[in-house]
């Protein structure tokens, strides 16, 4: 469930992060003066993307530590 859960986010973020950079961005320079359009997408694409690493990466350590324990798990098994 938490591996479909981390998929759902990833592949969301994923959509979002490609809506930002392809739609939204061109709009705003497109009916904002330059000045204006920079100045915004200087404070907040930097800030969205660390937003989004960072949340990939805690999607990645869960995803880890799920592999570790089902590995522990198997060789638990293979062995006893």
Do not use: E, H
Not at 51 to 58: D, E, G, P, S, V
């Amino acid at each position: 469930m938490l591996t479909q859960l981390s998929d759902l986010i990833v592949a969301g973020n994923v959509g979002i992060l490609l809506l930002f950079t392809v739609a939204v961005a061109p709009t705003i320079f497109m009916a904002w003066p330059a000045q204006w359009a920079t100045a915004y997408m200087r404070k907040f694409f930097p800030k969205y993307f660390y937003f989004w690493a960072l949340q990939r990466q805690l999607l990645l350590r869960c995803r880890a530590r799920r592999w570790a324990r089902l590995l522990r798990r198997c060789t638990m098994q293979a062995a006893g």
